[in-house]
């Protein structure tokens, strides 16, 4: 029965994710606009905190409230593979052929293997530097480690200015009709004290139904006798991911492939520099396993190579391309669970 009811809680805590974080990008949005934020800062900042919050959400509560550390890696890790392999597969299939440029495959792209490479280093420097004596290869995540990848992402968002600043030089005039110019969906938002209630709104519900799932991915750890991480790289990951795959899938059948993309690559990179260390510096450190994140974060850059590889032939992505990125996907699934019954043994589980 109690099994049944952890079920449950997934299921139900999946769609209050999703429906938290349309109010929070929408109200999010709105207030950019109200405040006259620059779009360097809407786009880069304001947008990618609406849609990774879930995942912001799952490495600070399993690190501060529960003590798992690695669970938040492992969903964090998982979320970016299903991303990165998912998304663009199911565009592809569903949308047909889609057409890039060179801009989103070499800037964004590269920038985006940085950010995996910057986690690994971390890690090895957590593990190198701070070791625990009593347990093989787990190493302490310290506040100062944690604050590299944020420096990182500082990085990235001045490049991102320094790309867009031509935007931030239009006249006064020119910014001002582009702000009267508002929607039927901003006048929703009439009243900024409504628009503020509606953006701590979606907050308090993602917070709350991430609760549910980190509790649930704890619970079917210590149910089926597997380590908490297994479900957090699977359920956690693929229930905080799924409404940012409808949205971008969704853009991409409407002709949109670079918007759908860059926001996969551009969700990933804030994951990855700001999702992670963020429950570091709330918990002012944490222990990191690895033995259990290495062949994770091996397989994200696997997925990264290969994808990046069909993007650069010939700027696109064939059906067939984004069949095999579903595949891929399959095969980290089956792997997680062949980990977790003992067929294989590659994760310290």
Known sequence: MELLLYFVVVIVASLVVWKGGGILEKSAGVLAKYYELPPIVQGSIITAVGSSFPELSTTVISTLT?????????????????????????????????????????KDAQFYIISVAVMLLVFCMAVIYNPIESENLQGTVTWGLALIPVFIYILYVFLQQQETSHFQNKSAEETTAKTDAATEEDLAYHSIW????????????????????????????????????VWGATVLAAATSVPDAIVSVRVAINGQPKVSLSNVLGSNIFDLLIAIPAGILIARAAVINFE??????????????????????????????????????????????????????????
């Open 66 to 106: 529960h003590g798992q550390f690695d669970l938040g890696v492992s969903a964090i890790v998982g979320s970016a593979i299903f991303n990165i392999l998912v998304i663009p597969g199911l565009s592809a299939l569903l949308a047909g052929r889609l057409k890039l440029d060179r801009i989103l495959v070499y």
């Open 194 to 229: 409504k628009t503020w209630l509606k953006f701590l709104g979606g907050l308090v519900l993602i917070v709350v139904s991430v609760e549910g799932l980190v509790r649930s991915a704890i619970f079917f750890g210590e149910y089926f006798g597997t380590p908490s991480f």
């Open 292 to 349: 259990m994140a290495i062949p994770m974060m091996m397989y994200l850059t696997l997925a990264t190579i290969v994808l990046f590889t069909f993007l650069r032939t010939g700027l696109h992505l064939e059906k067939w391309e984004g069949l095999v990125l579903l595949v891929l996907y399959l095969i980290f699934v089956l792997w997680i669970i062949s980990e977790s019954v003992g067929w294989l043994n590659y994760l310290p589980v």
